[in-house]
């Protein structure tokens, strides 16, 4: 089994919920299933599943008139006595039934099962169910593997881990022949990307990256029959955009261009379109920040933006073959920077850190931009190139004292270093080492106990009782 984070959520999902069912949501293929399975044969005494797109007893429990009815037939169906709390029922797909997801809210208060719910596209599938059970359910997102757990899986262990991050925490330069090794199997990453399937056959194959170019090409081919089947009436403008994003990122300046999809386009027409494949996991919006101060989501563009694909290895495989061959080769005579700042975004979004960029019209562009929990700005750049170090939208922003911005991060596949730019600190990283430096960045859409363990903070943080009034009774 390959290590998931994601299996730390569902074990504190059991131990802290007992009153929520578990919606497990993320795009097609990305493990979600196995990952359920696998937690509920180490965990629960017993367990059922129920598969709404495949499975023939399906129908039975669809076709349930109540919450009663439901119940009384998932009893027949576990065919067993119900211990409460160590039967686990797990109803996968469920897109296909969205109205489930309000019927589960009654097999909570049954309190005889423990409820998980997947499936694929239910970002786009949960807005059509009619009452949502609020208080009643507890939703997590996964994501394709992230660099972390990508190098677990080829043999990276903790310890060496823990030396990357004390290199970045110390800001010291990694010995050359680890340097080089960690870089190659960053390069490794962005080919092979974070699909389970994919990883796995590289893995299993002993580095055939052609069987997992494979593997890709018919994930890819999933996902254009997800949108024919799933995006309806608007099939063409979906598979539109979706087709065009990899020639929009291949471009100098990679701002989706609307009128690369027709003439006159505008972001109203399409907005649904994009807002599908963001919600299907198939695409990670990026937009436009128009003033890099605290909170940035105030200044957020949503009509200028980067669309970036949900998961690299997919991105890359749909350029031609000598592409990821010069990616894994490291040519330095090709432009590979929207793949780069691909995997950047894939690890901003995997840590539930929002991917924004900056751009102005005197200043330039800066790639990424973040905040950290002090609010303070971090603008980062991504460079594929051995030009690492120019980089003047960068270096113009620092020298803005309407800002005040004191650190920066460009990410290159050069080792450790530390200059002074305008009295500012540039911390150039190689690529491998950005989770460390995402993990300071605040992340969104997470519980308050995670929130401030990010922040370094204990829970007795959020103890704060109310002032007394006893002296003015």
């Given at each position: 089994?390959?290590?998931?984070?994601?299996y730390?959520?569902l074990?504190?999902w059991?131990e802290?919920?007992?009153?929520k069912?578990?919606?497990?949501?993320?795009?097609r293929?990305?493990g979600?299933t196995y990952l359920?399975?696998?937690f509920a044969?180490r965990?629960?005494?017993s367990y059922?599943k129920v598969?709404?797109?495949?499975?023939?007893?399906?129908p039975y429990?669809?076709?349930?008139t109540?919450?009663r009815?439901l119940?009384?037939?998932?009893?027949?169906m576990?065919?067993?006595?119900?211990i409460?709390?160590?039967?686990?029922v797990?109803?996968?797909?469920?897109?296909?039934?969205?109205n489930?997801?309000?019927?589960?809210k009654?097999?909570?208060?049954?309190?005889?099962?423990?409820l998980v719910m997947s499936?694929?596209?239910?970002?786009?599938?949960l807005?059509?169910?009619k009452s949502?059970?609020v208080?009643?359910?507890?939703?997590?997102?996964?994501f394709?593997l992230?660099?972390?757990?990508?190098?677990?899986?080829?043999?990276?262990?903790?310890?060496?881990w823990q030396?990357m991050r004390e290199?970045?925490?110390t800001?010291t330069?990694?010995?050359?022949?680890?340097h080089?090794?960690?870089?190659k199997?960053?390069?490794l990453?962005?080919?092979v990307?974070?699909?389970?399937?994919?990883v796995?056959?590289?893995?299993?194959?002993h580095g055939?990256?052609?069987?997992?170019?494979d593997?890709?090409?018919?994930?890819?081919?999933?996902y254009?029959?997800?949108?024919?089947?799933?995006a309806k009436s608007r099939?063409?403008?979906?598979?539109?955009?979706?087709?065009?994003?990899?020639?929009q990122?291949?471009k100098e300046?990679?701002?989706?261009?609307?009128?690369?999809?027709?003439?006159?386009?505008?972001?109203?027409r399409y907005?649904n379109?994009f807002?599908w494949?963001?919600?299907?996991?198939?695409?990670l919006?990026v937009?436009?920040?128009?003033?890099?101060k605290?909170?940035?989501k105030?200044?957020?563009e949503?009509n200028?933006f980067?669309?970036y694909?949900?998961?690299?290895g997919?991105?890359v495989s749909r350029?031609?073959?000598?592409v990821a061959m010069?990616?894994?080769?490291?040519a330095?005579d090709?432009?590979?920077?929207?793949?780069?700042?691909?995997v950047?975004?894939?690890e901003l979004?995997s840590?539930?850190?929002?991917?924004?960029?900056?751009r102005h019209?005197?200043?330039?562009?800066v790639?990424?931009?973040?905040e950290?929990p002090s609010?303070?700005v971090?603008?980062i750049?991504?460079?594929?190139?051995?030009a690492?170090?120019?980089?003047?939208?960068?270096?113009?922003?620092?020298s803005?004292s309407?800002?005040?911005?004191e650190?920066?991060?460009v990410f290159?596949?050069?080792?450790?270093s530390?200059?002074k730019?305008e009295?500012?600190?540039?911390?150039?990283?190689?690529l491998?080492?950005?989770?460390?430096?995402?993990?300071?960045l605040?992340a969104?859409?997470?519980?308050?106990q995670?929130?401030l363990?990010?922040m370094g903070c204990?829970?007795?943080?959020l103890?704060?009782?109310?002032?007394?009034?006893?002296?003015?009774?």
């Open positions: 089994m390959i290590e998931r984070k994601a730390a959520k074990l504190k059991k802290e919920s007992p009153y069912a578990l919606l497990v949501d993320g795009a293929q990305i979600k359920v399975e696998e044969r965990e629960f005494s059922v598969d709404f797109l495949r499975d023939e007893r399906a429990l669809s076709q349930a109540s919450a009815d119940i009384e037939r998932l009893s027949l576990v065919g067993r006595e119900v409460p709390g160590e039967t686990l797990f109803f996968d797909e469920v897109q296909e039934t969205p489930l997801v309000t019927l589960s009654y097999l909570v208060q049954d309190g005889r099962f423990r499936g694929s596209l239910l970002g786009v599938a807005k059509h169910v949502f059970p208080g009643y359910l507890h939703i997590e997102t996964m394709p992230d660099f972390e757990e990508f190098c677990k899986s080829q043999g990276v262990t903790d310890s060496l030396t290199h970045f925490e800001e330069p990694l010995e050359a022949s680890l080089e090794r960690l870089t199997l960053f390069r990453y962005i080919v990307g974070g699909m389970p399937e994919a796995d056959r590289y893995s299993c194959t055939d990256l052609g069987a997992v170019r593997v890709h090409t018919e994930l890819v081919g999933l254009r029959e997800d949108i024919a089947k799933y099939t063409l403008q979906v598979a539109s955009i979706y087709d065009a994003m990899p020639s990122l291949d300046n990679k701002r989706f261009e609307l009128r690369s999809l027709k003439e006159k386009a505008t972001f109203e907005a379109d807002a494949l963001v919600s299907a996991g198939a695409a919006k937009p436009n920040v128009s003033e890099p605290c909170p940035l105030r200044t957020e949503q200028r980067k669309l694909a949900g998961d690299t997919m991105l350029y031609p073959i000598s010069a990616i894994v080769s490291g330095s090709v432009n590979f920077g929207g793949v780069y700042e691909n950047i975004a894939q979004a840590a539930f850190v929002v991917p924004r960029y900056y019209s005197r200043r330039g562009e790639d990424f931009i973040g950290t609010r303070q971090v603008p750049e991504v460079k594929s190139g051995k690492y170090k120019r980089h003047v939208a960068l270096t113009n922003l620092l803005s309407e800002y005040a911005i650190n920066a991060y290159s596949e050069a080792n450790v530390v200059e730019r009295e500012k600190t540039v911390h150039y990283m190689p491998y080492l950005a989770p460390f430096a995402i993990e300071k605040a969104e859409g997470i519980d308050a995670d929130e363990s990010r204990a829970a007795e943080t103890l704060v009782p109310p002032p007394s009034f006893a002296d003015f009774a």
